[in-house]
């Protein structure tokens, strides 16, 4: 089965959908089914991996298919090693709290320091909620915390404005040994001010034993969900094993619903740039149509009995114990379903989320969780440590130990994915994705009010009464 599974996640991975172009360069070596640079190919897009010597399979202007050397940096030439680091102590500061990560991190920081005798790398790590609050101030005040990271979206955005991230944009290791596509994240007025780590996908994971037994196909568009929800109802299982009580997580779904409610992401971004400012308020046509899409889940049953009120544990164990076969979370969420259910280990996959009747203008949500910045603040030597820190973070093999320990994508080069969860997944990068669209909210108390505005549709309140409720909320926040 494991072979099955790696030789099929091998052949089915594909170029980003966005910055990636194709040359021919001269490579001497093979792939797993006789792929070769200059052959003929099939399947247009189909790439055999994330490497620097990766193929990808494109249409000349002859129009024939051939495989041809993939440029997912957004440099050229081979990925470089890591920069050498003077002696002396920095402080990293994250909120990784997680036991996989402080795994991993905790490896990488021991290799680290023997590799460099006298270099020192002391995590601080808080909580999530803690980080964020206090963090920023923290920091600002603390030029010994020379590597930090931020989540994307608002909190990153608090955190360049304060002018404290060191612009990385002309580092080799960042054009090199980074997918380009996975930079965006971590940009700001045109500067590289933090690194994206983690590659994940925030779409619903499907057990697939279930999934098989059932003989279900994949919904295409909203009508498809309504109707599998109802049938899945009737069944006997929880459609949706989605945590209402757990804004964060609950959020997750909204990516899906935001996806495909513009007619591009050019105009979704703009609309949300709108509903951020208070130019437009939740009882927009376009912000009624996002509600109208929760109102027919709800209706149709794809979400649990009292669906405010379940936790994000609920929900992880309503879907580990085979009572729901679809969590609508992501990729991040596989390695806690393991713990829970040992048994579903490699049979976890990713589906599309299209809830939309009409055009289809990206099949899915990829998300960079966090980015790494280099404290602007701190002296030039604790500057160089970080800064050499951080690029051996983003070498394929270091990398590679972060990815197969925390069972996350990483938006590196070159990492040879171990675990089966990964290798299955993976391939998710055959699909048309979008950045998640919730997280151009910039302001967190309007993001949050939005979100919860859904949360009470879910639960059984009427659009007509919660988007103007939550409008005036937002409105009033926006004020101060």
């Known amino acids: 089965m494991k072979q099955k599974v790696n030789a099929k996640a091998f052949k089915a991975l594909i170029a980003m959908a966005f910055a990636i172009s194709a040359t021919v360069v001269p490579l001497s070596q093979s792939f797993a089914a006789g792929e070769s640079l200059g052959k003929s190919c099939t399947t247009e897009g189909l790439m055999t991996g994330t490497k620097s010597t990766s193929l990808i399979c494109v249409k000349g202007g002859n129009d024939k298919l051939t495989w041809q050397r993939v440029k997912l940096a957004s440099g050229s030439g081979r990925p470089v090693a890591n920069l050498t680091p003077p002696k002396g102590e920095i402080e990293f500061w994250h909120y990784r709290v997680e036991l996989g990560d402080q ?24 909580d999530t909620t803690t980080y964020n609050n206090t963090a920023r101030v923290a920091i600002l005040a603390n030029p010994k915390a020379a590597l930090f990271a931020t989540s994307r979206g608002a909190i990153f955005d608090q955190f360049a ?31 590289q001010l933090g690194i994206p780590y983690q590659y994940l ?49 609950a959020a997750q779904i909204s990516n899906s619903a935001l996806m495909n409610s513009a007619g591009s992401y050019n ?31 709800r209706n149709a049953g794809c979400f649990p009995d009292n669906a405010t009120g379940v936790t994000e544990a609920a929900a992880y164990n309503l879907f580990a114990t085979g009572k729901s076969p ?47 910045s280099v404290n602007k603040n701190s002296n030039s030597r604790d500057q160089k440590i970080a800064n050499a820190f951080l690029s051996y973070l983003l070498t394929g093999k270091v990398a590679e130990i972060y990815a197969n320990e925390t069972l996350q994508h990483v938006n590196v080069l070159d990492v040879e994915y171990k675990n089966v969860n990964l290798l299955n997944t993976v391939s998710f990068q055959a699909k048309n994705t979008m950045l998640a669209p919730r997280f151009l909210l910039l302001n967190a108390a309007v993001s949050d009010l939005t979100q919860d505005a859904l949360i009470q549709i879910v639960g059984g309140k009427s659009p007509d009464v919660v988007l ?13």
């Open 103 to 126: 795994r991993a991190l905790v490896k990488i920081i021991s290799d680290f320091e023997a590799k460099y005798p006298g270099t020192k790398i002391k995590q601080v790590v808080r």
């Open 161 to 191: 404005k304060s002018d404290m991230m060191l612009d990385l944009s002309g580092q080799r290791y960042v054009k090199q040994n980074v997918v380009a596509k996975g930079l965006t994240a971590g940009q700001f007025e045109g500067k």
């Open 201 to 249: 996908f925030n779409n619903p994971i499907v057990n697939t034993d279930i999934w098989a037994k059932e003989k279900w196909t994949t919904p295409k568009n909203l009508t498809g969900w309504v109707n599998w929800c109802k049938d899945a109802k009737a069944k006997g299982y929880v459609p949706l094993a989605w945590p209402g009580a757990t804004r964060g997580q």
């Open 267 to 297: 105009e979704l971004a703009n609309n949300l740039a709108d509903l951020n400012s208070g130019k437009i308020d939740l009882t927009s046509k376009w912000f009624e149509g996002v509600a109208d899409i929760y109102v027919k889940l």
């Open 326 to 372: 679809i969590l609508p979370i992501g990729t991040f969420a596989m390695g806690s379903i393991v713990g829970l259910n040992p048994n579903l280990n490699g049979k976890m996959e990713l589906m599309s989320m299209v809830l939309t009747d009409g055009k289809v203008v990206a099949e899915g949500i990829m998300n960079n969780t966090y980015t790494l």
């Open 468 to 480: 103007p409720d939550f409008s005036k909320q937002i409105k009033q926040k926006l004020a101060g």
